[in-house]
RNA sequence: GGGCGGUUAGCUCAGUUGGUUAGAGCACUUGCCUUACAAGCAAGGGGUGACUGGUUCGAGUCCAGUACCGCCCACCA
């Protein structure tokens, strides 16, 4: 296996990092080695996810990326912390929204679904979910989704769809699902009831009709007003307020509903609101809430005028048939031609619209099904007071309990054919109910065969709610339920906190009697580059797929072309967008940042690999000895990044996570590590075997820490690795896992941390930035060997520095180093002042020495100005008092280096004066 | 009508319990194809922290108010 090693090694390894070669290659082995599995094991923790389903209606977008993004870097987290890890998959039927699509796509053929009826038209149905159902899953593999696949679900497999039956029944044996004729939301396009939270209001600019309805045996009238004039013609009455003295009078009165002639009573009722308008209202039960409400109160007649299909009904007289807006045109003209139109007011306010088609609903009477809502939420309430459930970030909280706090009953049936039957089968001889689980054969009141099932299906939102136990087996007791159950933290959108969350607790706690997650994680919305949301008429979406393996897609009417970034360039660049569940304003071009990113991370490795390959790294543990300084430096800082990403992915602190990495990877490892041990490396023999170990190691360390985010990349140079150094460690090495998605999570060595290491590497640096921005500043070449002089402001500092004067001395390029406290400047030269020392560069001929004088003076006044403003504060007694020790300590030093920094400034300027 | 989020460098955004000179990526300037990497290296420029007031020895950070942008909720006949 490992003949590949020295130049034909390097040989296999690109100077680019080509995503689309390794990706589809690790997946496969991932999936074959069941990697992504977890089964309940009493000898580890649960750790469980469950996937917000994606809805079969289409493809995957941005928004479902982000999301699974971070719940996959989670569950890898877990995984390799030694927990049993599941991340349940599976996809939602999504009832209307589906329904829909394929209607649309039936209507490009010609085709409307009655054609087909109600067999031919599911089957089309589910021929979709096929093939959308399996193009989700397939995206989410090729992001790097570690779900349990074998476990995959789909909210209409069979046993989810018992699961809700023995739902609708239990509920309504209790009394909480029930059946009655009420005022529901209804879509004219769609054909079916809606839920309250499916509707979308939407501000238009409107019209308020005033309209006289005169008196019965009087010459007066009383003058309504209305936005929605043709639902006048199923009035019952008009009203006013009790305490009204100017109607007074009128209650008890009759009036005649123009244009039906119909006779009205006046009533008095508190829901009028006398400032408003002319005090009077007219009452519709049949088309409006309030007015259902007062027609219960008063026993009026509910007069449906508007059908189900948007048209006026034979109630309505003249204008039965007439579409529900032509209606009110040409009722209006009438209104004026009976000269009964007193004034028309210009007015903005929202109607309802339907959130899967944007028709605007109308308030129907009709018979449907309920879920009595407030037993069920005021127990999901009390969850969340209890701390039982909390939200991340903590703002959400409100927003989920203002909801259940107002809740007002669901409606959940739907006059729709795709989704869950609802199991309730009508008597066709006695006209009885029979609510059961399974289909029954006759009767349960008088025993005969002729029982229809009713037609209706549930609210899509219903099985959604059982998400959590449904797919771990509920009704049924298994082992996964058991185990996985409650599961550990819920990643989502706030858009379904309604829709799902928040039911989800309810339903969780009614049958399971335990909360569903203890934790929900609310993401960001992904907007485009402007701040808009992404939509399809928009043409402003952003593909996933696209980005990760590239392609064309259309955007804003052109036609763009990409390359493709690789999943794990998508995956860290949203993962370093994610900060506090803010909103994600997202272009395309935002993933160069994570392509970038792993280019650079695979060179480092591809530099690791080369050097590694064929050289004996031992087999004994590195003595401490043996440990250069920069070793120490590294491990001490690896140690610390261990430990922060590790609370970073915990606290889901996603951004922090990515940019702790960036920092230690980029900065640390490859900036000043790799070409620290350049040199080592190079002078072979036993120089090189410490570095070498600690070069695997930290590399090692590295791949597992980047894992969760990138997990493609981190898989293949892990195995690229385990071929030059198949064993690792300090220590004694050992054999690394197999494969990284199983390896261990590194446990941070706090033995390694040493603080006075990095306080000498940032000294170091310093004196090297120095160096190199001298050489920069007078456009020195970059070769030409400086006789470099550090002047170290006491002994303590040039103790720390000698030691390390070798590796300044190779990394500034420098021909010499000298360093000593208080050594006095050579003449005709530069220097750089800072903190604890001064660094001097000869330019005899180089340096225009009146430039640098104006330089030093500019720098002196800049330090004159912070020293004034330090004497101010420590002179000031309130500051010196009251503010802590340290600070004060702190502000002192400051102050006596600052004034020595002066010194040597003027010192510089006075020389150069000569 | 109620609530929430935002306003920091040219752009997109970070900033932990209030405490040195407010950071990053992109863009920009200068010099480099230095045998891991030009998708890169080195150096650098760039900010009245939306505005007003308050608390405090000290405010980007806490409080009050204002403005603008975005989102959510609401039985506004």
Not at 613 to 636: C, H, K, M, Y
């Amino acid at each position: 296996m490992s003949e590949t090693k020295g130049e034909s090694f390097a040989d296999r390894l690109p100077k680019h990092y080509v995503p689309a070669d390794v990706e589809p290659r690790w997946l496969e082995t991932w999936l074959a080695s069941g990697s992504f599995r977890s089964a309940p094991d009493r000898a580890k923790k649960p750790y469980c996810i469950v996937i917000p389903p994606p809805n079969v209606t289409g493809i995957l977008h941005m928004g479902h990326a982000l999301n699974c993004t971070l719940q996959d870097i989670l569950v890898r987290h877990a995984r390799m912390r030694g927990y049993e890890a599941l991340w349940m998959p599976g996809t939602d039927h999504a009832g209307i929204a589906t329904q829909n699509v394929v209607e649309r796509s039936l209507a490009e053929e010609g085709l409307h679904r009655d054609a087909l009826g109600r067999d031919g038209f599911i089957d089309r149905v589910w021929g979709w979910r096929g093939k959308y159902g399996s193009a989700i899953v397939n995206q989410l593999k090729r992001l790097g989704c570690s779900c349990d696949w074998r476990r995959e679900r789909f909210t209409m497999d069979d046993g989810l769809s018992r699961a809700v039956r023995e739902v609708f029944v239990g509920l309504y044996k209790e009394g909480l699902v029930y059946r009655g004729r009420r005022l529901i939301n209804w879509c004219v396009r769609c054909r079916t009831a809606l839920s309250d939270d499916e509707i979308e209001h939407v501000e238009k600019q409107s019209r308020l009709w005033h309209i006289r309805y005169p008196l019965k045996d009087s010459r007066k009238s009383l003058t309504i007003a209305t936005t929605r004039p043709e639902t006048m013609l199923g009035d019952a009455a008009v009203a006013v307020h009790p305490d009204d003295e100017r109607y007074r009078e009128f209650v008890g009165a009759t009036v005649v509903l123009p244009v039906m002639n119909r006779e009205m009573p006046v009533i008095a009722d508190a829901m009028v609101d006398p400032a408003f308008g002319s005090g009077v209202v007219k009452i519709t039960p049949a088309h409006d809430p309030n007015d259902f409400e007062a027609g219960l109160r008063h026993d009026l007649e509910q007069i449906t005028v508007i059908g189900p299909d948007g048209a006026m009904t034979g109630a309505a007289g003249k204008y039965a048939g007439l579409d529900r807006f032509r209606a009110r045109e040409k009722l209006v003209e009438e209104l004026e031609e009976l000269g009964l139109l007193v004034k028309v007011e210009e007015r903005r306010n929202s109607v309802g619209q339907c959130y899967r088609c944007d028709q605007i609903v109308e308030p129907f009477l009709s018979e449907q099904w309920f879920v009595s809502m407030r037993p069920l939420a005021d127990k999901a309430i009390q969850a969340s007071r209890d701390g039982k459930v909390s939200f991340v970030p903590a703002r959400w909280e409100r927003v989920y309990l203002s909801w259940l706090e107002n809740v007002r009953d669901w409606c959940i049936s739907r006059q729709i054919w795709w989704g869950h039957r609802i199991p309730v089968w009508h008597c066709g001889a006695c006209g009885e109910m029979t609510v059961e689980v399974e289909a029954p054969a006759a009767c349960s009141k008088c025993g005969s065969g002729r029982l229809a099932q009713d037609p209706d299906v549930l609210d899509t939102w219903f099985s959604s709610a059982l998400w959590p136990f449904s797919t771990l087996g509920w009704p049924d007791e298994t082992p996964e339920l058991g185990y996985y159950y409650p599961t550990t933290v819920l990643v989502t959108a706030r858009d379904i906190i309604y829709f799902w969350v928040a039911r989800m607790v309810m339903m969780g706690l009614h049958f399971m009697k335990e909360v569903p997650f203890g934790e929900v994680y609310i993401n960001g919305t992904i907007l485009d580059e402007n701040g808009a949301r992404m939509s399809k008429s928009r043409e402003n979406g952003i593909d996933p797929l696209v980005m990760i393996q590239g392609g064309r897609q259309r955007r804003f009417g052109k036609e763009f072309s990409y390359e493709g970034y690789g999943a794990d360039a998508v995956r860290y660049t949203l993962c370093t967008l994610t900060t506090d569940g803010q909103d994600i304003k997202l272009a395309p071009t935002r993933f160069e940042m994570g392509r970038n990113f792993i280019n650079k991370m695979w060179n480092a490795s591809r530099f690791v690999l080369m050097r590694l390959a064929g050289v004996d790294q031992g087999t004994e543990p590195v003595a401490p000895e043996a440990l250069d300084f920069s070793d120490r430096w590294i491990l001490s800082r690896l140690a610390r990044v261990a430990g922060d990403a590790d609370r970073q992915i915990a606290g889901y602190r996603f951004h922090e996570y990515a940019k702790t990495l960036y920092e230690f990877a980029w900065g640390d490892f490859c900036d000043w590590y790799l070409e620290l041990v350049k040199p080592r490396l190079s002078a072979g023999g036993n120089a090189a075997g410490a570095p070498a170990r600690v070069l695997s190691w930290t590399l090692d360390n590295l791949l597992r820490l980047l894992h969760p985010v990138t997990p493609f990349f981190s898989e293949e140079v892990w195995s690229l690795l385990a071929e030059v150094a198949p064993a690792r460690g300090l220590g004694v090495p050992e054999a690394a896992a197999p494969l990284l998605i199983r390896a261990a999570w590194p446990e941070p060595d706090e033995s390694r941390i040493d603080a006075r290491a990095e306080a000498d590497m940032e000294q170091a640096m310093n004196v090297i930035r120095a160096v190199r921005n001298v050489r920069a500043k007078f456009n020195l070449p970059p070769k030409a060997p400086l006789a470099v002089t550090v002047s170290a402001a006491d002994d303590a500092i040039r103790d720390a520095l000698l030691p390390l004067a070798d590796m300044v001395r190779a990394q500034a390029g420098a021909g010499s180093l000298d360093i000593g406290v208080g050594v006095r400047k050579p003449p005709q030269s530069a220097a750089e002042v800072m903190t604890g020392l001064q660094v001097y560069l000869p330019l005899a001929g180089l340096m225009n020495v009146e430039v640098e004088r104006k330089r030093i003076g500019k720098e002196l006044g800049k330090k004159r100005d912070a020293l004034a403003r330090l004497n101010e504060k420590l002179c000031n007694y309130e500051f010196t008092s009251k503010a802590p020790p340290e600070v004060v300590k702190r502000e002192e030093d400051r102050k006596v280096e600052l004034a020595r920094q002066m010194g040597e400034l003027e010192a510089l300027r006075d020389s150069l004066a000569n």
